[in-house]
């Protein structure tokens, strides 16, 4: 997957690209109620459900960068929590969801096989949990750009995550890339 963002202060997502596979084409989508002027692509609004989707992927990216592949990112929240909208999206099945990701024969949304959850729809106590399943989106084939250049250092991811967080939310704050990188080394 390919994240286009832009912005400085009020970083948003801008674009997608999605490869299911590498001998199919991209599934585009980009931000807006309807695609516009852009052919054969999906659209998508900047919703809590997409800022959480943003989120979880770029800590994916960098929990492999400053890991090395030891860890693995998570998002987790109660409810009104981004962790939360974002599984209450995959529950929904909207529009955005099969735009970016497409389904499988089936019909099922192809995000479920790519995100797992735990506690989904939060069924029992406690938070609903969402990771990336490794297996279907390896850390490596997410690709972020920021204002047209490619973001692959820590430092650079850490400094967009801060951007897209929420001070509001306390399930996206993140630690300083020190604190990160000492926390995972332990």
């Not at 109620?33 to 852009?38: D, P, R, Y």
């Not at 030891?70 to 109660?78: D, E, F, R």
């Not at 430092?155 to 020190?178: F, M, V, Y």
Request: charged fraction near 20%; proline fraction near 4%; glycine fraction near 6%.
């Amino acid at each position: 997957i390919e994240l286009t963002f832009a912005g400085e202060g009020d970083v948003q997502l801008v674009e997608t690209r999605f490869y299911q596979s590498a001998k199919d084409p991209a599934r585009v989508t980009i931000r807006g109620k309807t695609s516009g002027a852009f052919l054969n692509t999906g659209s998508f609004q900047w919703t809590s459900a997409v800022r959480a989707l943003c989120i979880l992927l770029l800590r994916t990216k960098l929990y492999q960068l400053v890991s090395a592949g030891k860890a693995s990112a998570q998002l987790s929240g109660t409810q009104g929590s981004l962790a939360a909208s974002l599984d209450y999206a995959m529950t929904r099945r909207p529009t955005w969801i099969i735009d970016m990701f497409g389904s499988d024969k089936a019909g099922s949304p192809l995000i479920n096989r790519i995100i797992a959850r735990t506690n989904s729809n939060r069924k029992r106590p406690g938070p609903v949990v969402l990771a990336i399943n490794h297996k279907m989106l390896a850390p490596d084939g997410i690709s972020i750009s920021w204002n047209n250049e490619a973001v692959t250092m820590p430092e650079s991811l850490h400094t967009l995550l801060l951007c897209l967080r929420d001070i509001d939310q306390a399930d996206i704050q993140e630690p300083s890339l020190k604190k990160l990188r000492d926390q995972l080394a332990a």
